[in-house]
């Protein structure tokens, strides 16, 4: 296994700004693309190569195939459909699913052992279809969940106290989805519980709680409405897991993760959870005690994730 390859499935946006993430910060010394459209995947690869003067290390980075699977340390997957008119979200769901089928059939018969990271939408679905479908240890198949989410609830927290975003500790825990919601009673400002920090500044309010949960659910719906698609931040943060992997970190992040007991919600099946990763994937979930309204959203958002995976073909 090479010392820090990552292979991307899927040149699309969100593929690409990853991709481009990836050689700005230098996190990889080799990187693959794989895409149907093996034209686009060469023309990508081109592209990033000429930028590689300006990069901060050296890289190698080409267009390739399934084969170049078997020494990575990273399977990426950003493929997929998005949802045509007329068609149902559970339409949805049954054609990105064979997608993930295939894809994970062909990248493990290449003999990769390493860690698949899903991007795909909807994520917690997807990751569950590659985990299912490979045969891998649940704590090397991850999603990227609800860490976007996440980031945006730092960001507007911070944007609100005027306090820097790397201050701010807080998680969107759920369904990458409508049923996410905010763990405010493990949400702080430094060592300071958010709801200390209502009661000593005149920035925040316990409304703006309510406005600033709004939105961070609202924000892919707003970015979409105005770009038709989101992606920098997206790119940015498989970035930040992918570093947590090749560092060893230790770093816990939100993603889509197996539940495997620690929470006390429907078992078999991949939400959005707190995690330790590191090089050999999940070492473990972070139970966070949570309060009564909070375990009872996460049971809902659980059970609608059950619910599509039960109603689903795969």
């Not at 149907?36 to 995947?41: F, G, L, R, S």
């Not at 008119?85 to 295939?102: F, P, V, W, Y």
């Not at 969940?145 to 975003?165: F, H, M, N, P």
């Amino acid at each position: 296994m090479s010392t820090s390859k990552v292979v991307i499935v899927g040149t699309g946006m969100v593929g690409m700004s990853y991709a481009y993430s990836l050689v700005n910060q230098g996190t990889v010394e080799e990187l693959v693309l794989i895409d149907i459209d093996t034209e686009k995947a060469l023309g990508e690869a081109m592209d990033l190569n000429h930028g590689l003067a300006f990069s901060p290390r050296k890289m190698s980075i080409k267009a390739g195939n399934y084969s170049d699977c078997k020494d990575a340390h990273i399977v990426v997957i950003t493929a997929g459909v998005n949802q045509k008119e007329g068609q149902t979200r559970i339409d949805l769901l049954n054609s990105n699913a064979k997608i993930m089928k295939s894809v994970t059939k062909s990248v493990v018969a290449s003999g990769f052992n390493g860690i698949f990271l899903v991007a795909s939408n909807p994520v917690d679905i997807s990751t569950y279809v590659v985990w299912k479908t490979s045969g891998f240890p649940a704590s090397k198949v991850i999603g990227s969940g609800t860490s976007l989410d996440t980031a945006r609830l730092r960001y507007e927290i911070s944007k609100k106290i005027d306090i820097s975003v790397s201050n701010i500790h807080a998680y969107i825990l759920g369904e990458h989805g409508d049923s996410e919601f905010v763990c405010w009673s493990n949400t702080y400002v430094g060592a300071k519980p958010i709801m200390d920090v209502i009661d000593s500044m005149d920035q925040i309010s316990f409304h703006d709680l309510d406005e600033i949960y709004l939105n961070v659910k609202n924000a892919a719906y707003e970015i979409i409405k105005r770009k038709k698609a989101t992606y920098y931040a997206i790119g940015m943060t498989l970035v930040r897991i992918t570093s947590s992997i090749f560092n060893n970190e230790n770093r816990i992040l939100p993603i889509s993760v197996y539940n495997d007991g620690v929470y006390q919600i429907e078992p078999d099946l991949y939400i959005g959870l707190p995690a330790v990763l590191n090089r050999d994937g999940v070492h473990h979930i972070v139970s966070l005690k949570l309060n009564k309204e909070e375990q009872l959203k996460l049971e809902k958002s659980a059970n609608i994730l059950r619910d599509l995976l039960d109603k689903m073909e795969f």
